[in-house]
């Protein structure tokens, strides 16, 4: 009985760990999703892209607080009235904590329409 408690004990503690990271990454992934949500909400009700482009990225950062340092890109093809804007944001998650020397990109895109009788510049 002492010799497989000792075989099984190292394979059920790497399973354990491979549990608690994947649930991180899926953790993560729906963070980074809701910071680009509130990246392009921001973005939609500001006036100008440049305006829209700040407000992104400080959704963002105020969304992911201090995990990672995402990377916002707009894509202002469609800034005008009735169009829409679409935030990308991208943050590297660190594995580290859990022995492995390895860090992932998450990304999360949303796409939210801009008001039709709203004035863009």
Known sequence: ?????VLLAPVFLIFLLFLVGAGRVVEAQGEVNGAARDAARAASVQRTF??????????????????CEPRVELDGERW???????AS?????????????????????????????????
Request: charged share 30%; net charge negative.
């Open 89 to 121: 944001v991208t943050c590297e998650l660190d594995l580290a904590f859990l022995g492995f020397d390895a860090t992932r990109e998450m990304t999360g895109t949303s796409v939210v329409p801009l008001e039709r009788l709203r004035r863009v510049e």
């Open 50 to 67: 440049p305006e829209a482009e700040t407000a992104a990225k400080e959704a963002a950062e105020a969304a992911l607080g201090s995990d």
């Open 80 to 86: 005008q009235e009735g169009g829409a804007v679409a």
């Open 1 to 5: 009985m002492a010799v497989e408690t």
